[in-house]
């Protein structure tokens, strides 16, 4: 679960995020709404401290590429903006 917060606002840094990455391609660009907690397995996963996680916690879902899910959508959305 995540609790959003729709008027706060965050500029995207690459010495502020999570990766490892030492650049980031949106860098400089600012976000309106920002999640505030992130909630998983019935704990606090993410707040305004950081990442709360230990390894192991997570599962892993498998998917299939190119997920019918999403894309099925994106091709029902693409055929409606035609007619």
Known sequence: MVIWDPEAT???????HTSAADFNIFEG????????YVIAGGQIAVDEEGLHVAPG????????PNS???YGRVRARDQVSRQ
């Open 10 to 16: 965050r500029v995207v840094s690459a010495k502020t």
């Open 29 to 36: 660009s600012e976000l309106h709404g920002v999640p505030v």
């Open 57 to 64: 916690c997570g599962r892993y879902v498998p998917t299939p």
């Open 68 to 70: 019918g899910y999403v």
